[in-house]
């Protein structure tokens, strides 16, 4: 599978495509195999936002997984960079008001994270919720920071639940 891994301001992450799709973000360095030119794309477009010059992503995107997955993770990308929803707003956009735990669950599979930005995505009181990506919290915060919005630090670790 072709992939294309970059060094960020959170750790290297590394991009998988299928065909002209992106399928995978994941954390790490991987040796490249083969680039292709949507790989090419997305390492511009993430190093341009990483650098703060990005504000929307522009790549075609195909995850793997259920429908309502793929719901949520389509409703997620409609919340703009630089602000947050919460797990139950989400469920509200996603059109399934009563399933925010199964839309925190949709979130923590995301299998393209950044891209498909669930960091975005706060629990009640803007509290932080959880990060299932690298680094946890501090990644959340770090790419939430990015895009300009500060998410207070947790006053204990019961603000880490949904």
């Not at 790989?39 to 997984?65: I, M, T, V, W």
């Not at 960079?81 to 008001?97: D, F």
């Not at 919290?137 to 949904?162: C, M, N, W, Y």
Request: proline share 8%; aromatic share 8%; with cysteine.
């Amino acid at each position: 599978m072709p992939q294309i891994s970059i060094n960020s301001p959170v750790g290297a992450i590394t991009v998988f495509a299928f065909e002209d799709q992106i399928v995978a973000l994941d954390w790490g360095f991987v040796e490249e195999i083969e680039s292709t030119p949507v790989l090419e794309e997305a390492q511009k477009q993430l190093n341009a936002y990483f650098a703060g010059r990005l504000h929307s992503f522009d790549l075609p995107l195909a995850p793997d997984g259920t429908d309502f997955q793929k719901t949520v993770w389509q409703a997620m990308c409609e919340i703009p960079m630089g602000k947050t929803a919460t797990y139950k707003e989400l469920a509200a956009m996603a059109g399934s008001p009563k399933a925010f735990q199964s839309v925190g669950t949709a979130c923590g599979l995301n299998p393209i994270p950044i891209l498909i930005p669930c960091h975005r995505v706060l629990a009640t009181g803007d509290k932080p919720g959880g990060y299932s990506g690298h680094g946890g919290l501090e990644t959340k915060r770090a790419l939430l920071k990015i895009e300009g919005v500060d998410l207070p630090l947790p006053s204990d670790q019961g603000d880490l639940h949904f």
